[in-house]
């Protein structure tokens, strides 16, 4: 069963702006609060990124690149853990893949689908 959903990719022009979401299944994640969550990518080619995270205890973490123009959030009543996106430019172009791990565990992680962003004029 799929335990994480992404959603909300799509194409934009360069400057633009996109709003990802990942919805955990109620039946996995019935205590979505304890996990740490995260937002990775893959581009053609090359090997999957860290884009950023967020803890159970809300603390954030960003890569370089998208410092400045995404922001991770979550919203526990909801089980849904977000990625908002601006300033969008070609080279964000990738499949973003939501990742949830309990925090404090030495357990698997989970990981969505995967959707894809598309960023092209």
């Known amino acids: 069963q799929v335990q994480l959903v992404e959603s909300g990719g799509g194409l934009v022009q360069p400057g633009g702006s996109l709003r990802l979401s990942c919805a955990a299944s109620?039946?996995?994640?019935?205590?979505?609060?304890?996990?740490?969550m995260g937002w990775y990518r893959q581009a053609p080619g090359q090997q999957r990124e860290l884009v950023a995270t967020?803890?159970?205890?809300?603390?954030?973490n960003y890569a370089d690149s998208v410092k400045g123009r995404f922001t991770i959030s979550r919203d526990d009543a909801k089980r849904t853990a977000y990625l908002q996106m601006n300033n969008l430019r070609p080279e964000d172009t990738a499949v973003y893949y939501c990742n949830a791990h309990p925090t404090g565990r030495d357990v698997p992680d989970y990981w969505g689908q995967g959707t894809q962003v598309t960023v092209s004029s």
């Open positions: 109620r039946i996995i994640f019935s205590i979505f609060s304890r996990y740490d």
């Open positions: 967020i803890t159970s205890g809300r603390s954030t």
